[in-house]
Antibody, heavy 112, light 107 residues
Framework: EVQLLESGGGLVQPGGSLRLSCAASGFNTSSYNMNWVRQAPGKGLEWVSRIFGSNTYYADSVKGRFTVSRDNSKSTLYLQMNSLRADDTAVYYC???????WGQGTLVTVSS | DIQMTQSPSSLSASVGDRVTITCRASQAIRNDLGWYQQRPGRAPKRLIYAASSLQSGVPSRFSGSGSGTEFTLTISSLQPEDFASYYCLQYNSNPWTFGQGTKVEIK
């Protein structure tokens, strides 16, 4: 059974950093591109980032501040988030491939 | 960037109604589009991929159509569990972009 479990969310001050993790099971992560998608409170979905082989892609809103990476030996996807702003407050989801499977999300709150 | 314009933003319907939601892309995206359902407090769930292919396990009352710039999600007979928000997503080119969402409410 495919499962994705995000962790690492929490409360962080503006300008701070946080690293999210997405632990995958039930499939070979090296065979899939992986995505991060976020949803601000009461708002719609926003695609954030994707890693496809050694290639990485980002939304303009996070480019230069967020970095996606993966450790296939641990079946884990990461999102390093730096220079966090209040408008980064959201639930962050990881999603497999062409988004056929999603995790349950982890909440990031950026506030002083 | 490709803009996805989804309409309506909300609708009220009754159980048994036929419901149609539309997404328009700002440029042609072939059939590189998915539809997602999201219930409150839950992760999104993919219903349709490649514009018209039904995700395994999704009821057949859901269907998708379209290609190029115009896409439609249809629920043929609305059921109580279908009251939720729906989103389209284009994955033709980076950055991927979602529509603004449609909230389907009970009339």
């Amino acid at each position: 059974e495919v499962q994705l479990l995000e962790s690492g969310g929490g409360l962080v001050q503006p300008g701070g950093s946080l690293r999210l993790s997405c632990a995958a099971s039930g499939f070979n992560t090296s065979s899939y591109n992986m995505n991060w998608v976020r949803q601000a409170p009461g708002k719609g979905l926003e695609w954030v980032s994707r890693i496809f082989g050694s290639n990485t892609y980002y939304a303009d809103s996070v480019k230069g501040r967020f970095t996606v990476s993966r450790d296939n030996s641990k079946s884990t996807l990461y999102l390093q988030m730096n220079s966090l702003r209040a408008d980064d407050t959201a639930v962050y989801y990881c999603a497999r491939g062409w988004t056929d499977y999603w995790g349950q999300g982890t909440l990031v709150t950026v506030s002083s | 960037d490709i803009q996805m314009t989804q309409s309506p933003s909300s609708l009220s319907a009754s159980v048994g109604d036929r419901v149609t939601i539309t997404c328009r892309a700002s440029q042609a995206i072939r059939n590189d589009l998915g539809w997602y359902q999201q219930r409150p407090g839950r992760a999104p769930k993919r219903l349709i991929y490649a514009a018209s292919s039904l995700q395994s396990g999704v009821p057949s009352r859901f269907s998708g159509s379209g290609s190029g710039t115009e896409f439609t999600l249809t629920i043929s007979s609305l059921q109580p569990e279908d009251f939720a928000s729906y989103y389209c997503l284009q994955y033709n080119s980076n950055p991927w972009t979602f529509g603004q969402g449609t909230k389907v409410e009970i009339k």
